[in-house]
């Protein structure tokens, strides 16, 4: 497996938008007008990993400050468990460590075993729990982390 990571561009929005409605039921799938706002939030960034040129997964996060925020992430089902996750989530944290985010917070569905796990093998804690969060009420999981901000920042805020 090749993997690459690179940034999101305007002409990757349709695949993108495609694999987040193969990832998620269509209740808590983003619609095409929330995708392309979340891509315009402030801060927003969108790491796409690639897997011998095909789109296998991406990352979508916003930061303001010293806090981010991961919107979502995404894995193409034949692309999963195979470190595709991992990476993007890596990036991303870097990213955001660049910008000076000190703490990265999420959401999470209660009866999702498998994303939670993901995120606490990953450092992510549970903060609390959003009651109704999800369409349909399903509950979710206010889960945080912790960075360091990278040296590069430090350095442009003395």
Same mark, same amino acid.
């Given at each position: 497996?090749?993997?690459t990571? %690179?940034?999101?561009? &305007?002409?990757?929005f =349709? &695949? +993108?938008?495609?694999?987040?409605? @193969? #990832?998620?039921?269509p209740?808590?799938a983003?619609?095409?007008?929330?995708?392309?706002?979340?891509?315009?939030?402030?801060?927003?960034?969108?790491?796409?990993a /690639?897997?011998?040129? =095909?789109?296998?997964?991406? #990352? +979508?996060t916003s930061?303001?400050h010293?806090r981010?925020? $991961?919107i &979502?992430?995404?894995?193409?089902?034949?692309?999963?468990? *195979?470190?595709?996750?991992?990476?993007?989530?890596?990036?991303?944290?870097?990213?955001? @460590?660049?910008?000076?985010?000190? =703490?990265?917070? +999420? /959401? &999470?569905?209660?009866?999702?075993?498998? !994303? $939670? !796990?993901?995120?606490?093998?990953?450092?992510? %804690?549970?903060?609390?729990v959003?009651?109704?969060?999800?369409?349909?009420?399903r509950?979710a999981?206010?889960?945080?982390?912790?960075?360091?901000?990278?040296?590069?920042?430090s350095?442009? *805020?003395?």
């Amino acid at each position: 497996m090749k993997l690459t990571l %690179r940034t999101f561009t &305007t002409e990757d929005f =349709e &695949t +993108l938008y495609e694999i987040d409605q @193969a #990832c998620y039921e269509p209740a808590i799938a983003y619609s095409r007008r929330e995708f392309r706002n979340y891509l315009r939030f402030p801060g927003a960034d969108c790491v796409i990993a /690639e897997e011998n040129g =095909e789109v296998a997964g991406f #990352c +979508l996060t916003s930061h303001q400050h010293a806090r981010g925020y $991961i919107i &979502t992430i995404d894995v193409v089902e034949k692309s999963r468990r *195979r470190g595709v996750g991992t990476a993007l989530l890596a990036e991303a944290e870097r990213r955001l @460590a660049a910008h000076g985010v000190k =703490e990265i917070g +999420l /959401e &999470t569905a209660t009866d999702n075993d498998c !994303a $939670i !796990a993901f995120w606490q093998t990953h450092g992510y %804690r549970t903060r609390g729990v959003w009651n109704g969060y999800y369409p349909g009420g399903r509950d979710a999981f206010s889960m945080t982390k912790m960075i360091a901000p990278s040296a590069a920042a430090s350095k442009a *805020r003395h």
